[in-house]
């Protein structure tokens, strides 16, 4: 009898080790390895389907520049802000992983698409991988997403997974979720590293040779990550992750990786009892509660998420501790960020926190990763601190320089824009530079104050 050979697999980056180890050396985490068995070549190979994934029997060529590109190969959600995200669509043939925390609503969205899609008269087969087609059932019901070209199976086996795609040769394919598929010729239990990667990597050829556009649905961990090994998110062609707060409704679908658009693009939905409705515009949804502006502590800021503008407000907290570490507490922008702008504060305005405890929010559950937040961060902060108020139709722009200067942001022509269109008629921003985008900026009808240090721009803001 041969000698059965393993391998140690960690279960978060896919770090491949001959024996166990207590931490990992590639990600840091501990604990994370599972044993797997190590196959020959000859029983990977499948012979369940007639379908001949990945074959190379036969090769062909094509100069690039004859290669021609349908216009109309994009497949509509039947959603605006799915759209958004998309790059304007479902590109055929394209493999998208969704992911998000449970009860999210993943499924619920998915769902929702495929009724828009199945109305365009395409096939669907959705794979129900952990729950029945009787659960499914139901929540179709509930969205009203009954349709003749819905399919619905439930299975966990790859293969017969495969046997079900070239029976029924469907145009959209769902798999939810890809953690529950596993495939027989792989010994490692369902969800392992090395199931995900290998059952991932066989949709990937199907979606791509067979041309049907397929959606897998991911989990993720505690720590927000999606599970399975880091080269599931290079393998497929979207990744998005579907955000939202435990105990409000607003969801945001996020995307993070986009081969076919604009990475970090947002669509905004609410979660009611007939599904996820879109909202059209999110930074009316983001200031439905413009009188809280009116006390301190509260600023408006202009950030962009990919090509959106989005309005949000940042509140900020500051109160006296007696303890002798005063805690610094961020959600919505990099902590680092914040101790940045608090010694800027301190060391350019004079403003000593070193006593007290400082607690940022940017309202909304969006994260702000540019720098153009700095000076709505900064102004309520001081205001906090010196319990004053900015005028409510002022809306701030500007990143901060360690030496207190305001440096100029991008798109500031959009960004003030929406702003307009929002009600606001104040706006501080960095000093502008090139006269073609000043001369088309004091078109808008805002009104502008240009400044270019943290002081200028306290002077202007804050109401005396």
Same mark, same amino acid.
């Given at each position: 009898?041969?000698?059965?050979?393993?391998?140690?697999?960690?279960?978060?980056?896919?770090?491949?080790?001959?024996?166990?180890?207590?931490?990992?050396?590639?990600?840091?985490?501990?604990?994370?390895?599972?044993?797997?068995?190590?196959?020959?070549?000859?029983?990977?190979?499948?012979?369940?389907?007639?379908?001949?994934?990945?074959?190379?029997?036969?090769?062909?060529?094509?100069?690039?520049?004859?290669?021609?590109?349908?216009?109309?190969?994009?497949?509509?959600?039947?959603?605006?802000?799915?759209?958004?995200?998309?790059?304007?669509?479902?590109?055929?043939?394209?493999?998208?992983?969704?992911?998000?925390?449970?009860?999210?609503?993943?499924?619920?969205?998915?769902?929702?698409?495929?009724?828009?899609?199945?109305?365009?008269?395409?096939?669907?087969?959705?794979?129900?991988?952990?729950?029945?087609?009787?659960?499914?059932?139901?929540?179709?019901?509930?969205?009203?997403?009954?349709?003749?070209?819905?399919?619905?199976?439930?299975?966990?086996?790859?293969?017969?997974?495969?046997?079900?795609?070239?029976?029924?040769?469907?145009?959209?394919?769902?798999?939810?979720?890809?953690?529950?598929?596993?495939?027989?010729?792989?010994?490692?239990?369902?969800?392992?590293?090395?199931?995900?990667?290998?059952?991932?990597?066989?949709?990937?050829?199907?979606?791509?040779?067979?041309?049907?556009?397929?959606?897998?649905?991911?989990?993720?961990?505690?720590?927000?990550?999606?599970?399975?090994?880091?080269?599931?998110?290079?393998?497929?062609?979207?990744?998005?992750?579907?955000?939202?707060?435990?105990?409000?409704?607003?969801?945001?679908?996020?995307?993070?990786?986009?081969?076919?658009?604009?990475?970090?693009?947002?669509?905004?939905?609410?979660?009611?009892?007939?599904?996820?409705?879109?909202?059209?515009?999110?930074?009316?949804?983001? =200031?439905?509660? *413009?009188?809280? @502006?009116?006390? &301190?502590? $509260?600023? #408006?800021?202009?950030?962009?998420? %990919?090509?959106?503008?989005?309005?949000?407000?940042?509140?900020?907290?500051?109160?006296?501790?007696?303890?002798?570490?005063?805690?610094?507490?961020?959600?919505?922008?990099?902590?680092?960020?914040?101790?940045?702008?608090?010694?800027? =504060?301190?060391? *350019?305005?004079? @403003?000593?926190? &070193?006593? $007290?405890? #400082?607690?940022?929010?940017?309202? %909304?559950?969006?994260?702000?990763?540019?720098?153009?937040?700095?000076?709505?961060?900064?102004?309520?902060?001081?205001?906090?601190?010196?319990?004053?108020?900015?005028?409510?139709?002022?809306?701030?722009?500007?990143?901060?320089?360690?030496?207190?200067?305001?440096?100029?942001?991008?798109?500031?022509?959009?960004?003030?824009?929406?702003?307009?269109?929002?009600?606001?008629?104040?706006?501080?921003?960095?000093?502008?530079?090139?006269?073609?985008?000043?001369?088309?900026?004091?078109?808008?009808?805002?009104?502008?104050?240009?400044?270019?240090?943290?002081?200028?721009?306290?002077?202007?803001?804050?109401?005396?």
């Amino acid at each position: 009898m041969a000698k059965v050979k393993s391998k140690w697999v960690c279960q978060n980056c896919g770090y491949e080790t001959a024996s166990y180890l207590g931490k990992c050396p590639d990600c840091g985490r501990f604990s994370t390895f599972v044993e797997e068995i190590i196959q020959e070549k000859s029983e990977v190979k499948s012979k369940n389907s007639s379908m001949n994934i990945g074959s190379t029997e036969t090769f062909s060529y094509t100069k690039i520049n004859e290669v021609k590109v349908d216009t109309s190969i994009r497949i509509t959600s039947g959603m605006e802000e799915f759209d958004r995200v998309l790059g304007g669509g479902f590109v055929e043939g394209s493999l998208c992983l969704l992911a998000g925390d449970p009860g999210i609503g993943k499924s619920t969205l998915i769902l929702q698409t495929a009724k828009n899609i199945a109305s365009q008269n395409k096939k669907i087969l959705y794979i129900c991988a952990e729950e029945s087609t009787s659960q499914v059932k139901l929540r179709a019901e509930r969205l009203n997403a009954n349709s003749e070209n819905i399919y619905v199976t439930q299975q966990n086996c790859l293969e017969e997974i495969i046997k079900q795609i070239e029976n029924l040769k469907p145009e959209f394919l769902v798999v939810d979720s890809i953690q529950s598929v596993f495939s027989a010729q792989i010994l490692s239990s369902t969800g392992s590293v090395s199931q995900i990667r290998e059952c991932t990597n066989i949709l990937m050829r199907i979606a791509k040779q067979f041309n049907v556009t397929t959606v897998i649905i991911g989990h993720v961990t505690k720590e927000g990550n999606i599970a399975g090994p880091k080269v599931l998110e290079h393998m497929v062609d979207c990744v998005l992750n579907f955000e939202g707060e435990k105990y409000k409704t607003t969801r945001i679908l996020r995307g993070i990786k986009n081969r076919f658009g604009a990475v970090s693009e947002v669509g905004v939905f609410n979660m009611e009892d007939i599904g996820l409705v879109e909202i059209k515009n999110p930074s009316e949804l983001f =200031l439905s509660d *413009r009188e809280n @502006l009116t006390t &301190s502590g $509260s600023t #408006v800021i202009a950030t962009l998420e %990919g090509t959106r503008c989005l309005l949000l407000e940042v509140q900020a907290l500051t109160g006296s501790t007696p303890y002798p570490n005063p805690r610094r507490v961020a959600r919505g922008i990099e902590y680092d960020r914040l101790l940045q702008i608090l010694a800027v =504060l301190e060391k *350019r305005v004079g @403003l000593n926190l &070193s006593k $007290s405890d #400082v607690y940022i929010n940017v309202i %909304g559950g969006i994260d702000i990763v540019e720098p153009a937040a700095d000076l709505g961060v900064a102004l309520a902060v001081l205001t906090s601190a010196r319990d004053t108020v900015i005028n409510k139709d002022t809306v701030c722009l500007g990143e901060i320089g360690l030496n207190g200067e305001i440096r100029s942001v991008d798109n500031l022509e959009a960004r003030l824009k929406e702003a307009y269109k929002l009600g606001f008629i104040r706006a501080v921003v960095p000093k502008i530079n090139n006269k073609t985008i000043k001369e088309r900026i004091l078109k808008i009808g805002i009104q502008i104050f240009e400044v270019s240090k943290i002081s200028d721009a306290i002077k202007i803001a804050i109401l005396n």
